[in-house]
């Protein structure tokens, strides 16, 4: 969703705020602006479509000269994807400019008050009040006027906004929406999240919800919002500007993909120490795990589906009830939780807008919370009691791959471990586990290998228009990860059945030639699952299977067969969705498709 950047310092701001808004292009987005400050007059220029419009028109950044100054990708929300509507937002009298993202929810009302006070709206957008009061409660004092217009604020939002007495200063606000400060030699910045960073600076502050800082080209001092001075301390970021590019790949989606061996192996070898899984960051004693009485996964989109792969683990290994469901369900759902209810929260960005609300109801509930988080600092990581990371490093491509994988290899981990902490597995179960999910960075890579088949397959099936996943118990888990990569990024339309569960009305669709993928590498199901795959054939489908190494049986039922590596029944999710992953974007390539930014998405969603 929106992006931000803001940079004060010696250089000429315009190409620096393009190239950083270039940074953020992976977020989704549909207009862009900048707004850049000199010797008391601020220039802006603002374009809608693609980022390569803006810097056309601004010759890349070089038509606005000034040494400090803001930028912004938009995603709509209030109003269309216009010139007008994109930001900055600069005030009547020139002297403000504004970039925003988030919501301001109480706009309808400011912006009634505002009108009535003489100010003239230009724009459909929410933030255009903020603009419009920091003018009128402008009298000198900057800092003063934004303290003012911030506590008129409802919703979430992250701020940039230029002052044109102000020369050479930045303000950043931050409530509900990420924003980080960057710290340069002689030149300090902002940004949404660090991708648009790492290539100035390692040096990090992370804003707290409700705090505002003031950067110039010398310093960065931080507020609360009564306006007192914050010590804040600076964090080291560990991704380098490497992993946030392509590095020779043709997308982020493949490099990605190709990537997860070594994004699992740093996900799960810190977190086994001389065969026992240590899990640092989680605080949770045994007495307490033993006082759980349920556990509530929630999350959004993949990492939702990444916890309902979890719920079959852990319910089977730790044979207490586990739920997932999805967060924007269960903010507004008055859920029975309580202090014997563990909630796992699961998020790739760590700021998806529901997630955060999910969690904040739940230990309003008084649960005690986990979060599974890859973006260290982020709002989730922050409000959580007991944090693990995956250690995936820079995630570009809006539809997730390495986010997915290592979220459900930490789940195993936690599974596996909290198993043995409750006494409900063996010792030789727990060592069998524990080799297995070791095993994962490895056989992650033997189902990478199965690349040009899947190539082939794409091209043989990307004319389909519609077409189902199935499969029982993990595989059904995983169909529905599988299903919705191969819509993200192909727009093909695609579900994800319970293969039980098809001939309660589904498979009236199934007709000849119907693409059936079906997933069996669950082989304790697999009898069950080729009486499904006979049902369709029957019915016409044409069947591409994807079944564990060795299984001969598959043969006789499929069409066509992708073999995942061999690995515990507990564990295949993360193997099989790989290939899976692989034939969307295959699909998605062979039909044109813009995969790494896909119509219609944001790789964050940081708005309700
Ligand atoms: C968006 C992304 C998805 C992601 C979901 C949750 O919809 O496009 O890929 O799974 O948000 O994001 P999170 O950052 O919370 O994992």
């Not at 707004?35 to 601004?58: F, N, P, R, W």
């Not at 790949?249 to 490099?255: G, N, P, Q, R, S």
């Not at 904040?360 to 989730?380: P, Y």
Request: charged share 25%; hydrophobic share 40%; proline share 3%.
């Amino acid at each position: 969703m929106c992006g931000i950047v803001g940079y004060t310092g010696g250089a000429s701001a315009g190409p620096i705020l393009l190239e950083g808004l270039k940074r953020l292009e992976y977020r989704g987005y549909d207009s862009a602006g900048i707004a850049v400050q000199e010797s008391g007059v601020i220039h802006a220029s603002k374009a809608s479509g693609h980022l390569q419009h803006l810097c056309e028109k601004t010759h890349d950044g070089a038509d606005l000269p000034g040494l400090c100054g803001i930028g912004h990708t938009r995603w709509a929300t209030h109003g269309a994807p216009t010139e007008t509507n994109a930001h900055p937002h600069v005030s009547d009298d020139g002297k403000f400019a504004v970039v925003h993202n988030g919501i301001i929810e109480n706009y309808a009302q400011l912006r009634e008050e505002l009108t009535q006070r003489g100010f003239v709206f230009h724009s459909e957008t929410d933030t255009e009040v903020v603009v419009h009061l920091l003018d009128y409660y402008y009298k000198g004092d900057l800092k003063a006027a934004v303290m003012k217009t911030v506590a008129r604020l409802d919703g979430s939002f992250a701020l940039g906004v230029v002052c044109a007495d102000h020369p050479g200063e930045l303000i950043a606000v931050k409530s509900a929406s990420p924003l980080i400060l960057g710290l340069g030699v002689g030149e300090n910045f902002f940004a949404s999240d660090v991708t648009a960073l790492v290539s100035h600076t390692r040096n990090v502050i992370y804003l707290e919800d409700g705090e505002f800082a003031s950067l110039t080209s010398e310093g960065i001092t931080v507020f609360d919002c009564a306006g007192r001075e914050v010590s804040k301390s600076i964090s080291r970021v560990v991704w380098d500007v490497e992993a946030a590019e392509k590095g020779g790949y043709e997308h982020f989606m493949l490099k990605e993909i190709m990537e997860q061996p070594r994004a699992l192996k740093a996900t799960i070898e810190p977190r086994v120490r001389e065969g026992e899984i240590v899990l640092d960051g989680v605080e949770l004693t045994r007495q307490q795990l033993q006082g759980i009485r349920r556990v509530v996964i929630t999350a959004c989109g993949s990492a939702y589906h990444a916890g309902c792969v979890g719920s079959y683990i852990m319910e089977e290994l730790c044979r207490i009830p586990v739920e997932a469901e999805v967060a924007s369900e269960l903010r507004y759902r008055n859920p029975l939780i309580g202090e014997d209810t563990l909630v796992i929260v699961i998020s790739q960005s760590g700021e998806t807008a529901d997630t955060i609300a999910a969690l904040r109801e739940c230990k309003a509930r008084g649960a005690r919370t986990l979060a599974i988080v890859n973006v260290v600092g982020s709002t989730v990581a922050k409000l959580a009691d007991d944090v693990l990371y995956t250690w995936a490093g820079p995630e570009i491509a809006v539809a997730t791959t390495k986010g997915y994988t290592t979220q459900v290899a930490v789940l195993s981990l936690l599974s596996v471990y909290m198993a043995r902490e409750l006494g409900r597995i063996d010792e030789d179960r727990y060592r069998a586990l524990v080799n297995g999910i070791c095993s994962l960075p490895e056989r992650c890579q033997r189902a990478i290998d199965l690349n040009t088949h899947v190539q082939y397959l794409a091209k043989r099936y990307h004319n389909n228009s519609s077409l189902f996943f199935i499969g029982r118990n993990l595989d059904y888990a995983a169909c529905l990860e599988a299903s919705l990569k191969l819509k993200e990024i192909s727009y093909i339309h695609s579900e994800a059945y319970a293969a039980g569960e098809l001939k309660h009305g589904t498979i009236a669709l199934i007709d000849e030639g119907r693409l059936v993928i079906s997933l069996c590498c669950y082989e304790a199901l697999f009898d069950k699952l080729v009486s499904n795959v006979k049902e369709v054939k029957a019915r016409g489908a044409k069947v591409l299977a994807v079944a564990q190494e060795g299984n001969r049986r598959i043969f006789a039922e499929a069409d066509d067969v992708l073999f995942a590596p061999h690995m515990d029944p507990l564990l295949i999710p993360v193997t099989e969705i790989v290939p899976l992953q692989l034939f969307a974007y295959y699909v998605a390539k062979e039909n044109g498709c813009d995969i790494d930014k896909p119509k219609n998405l944001a790789k964050s969603v940081t708005v309700e």
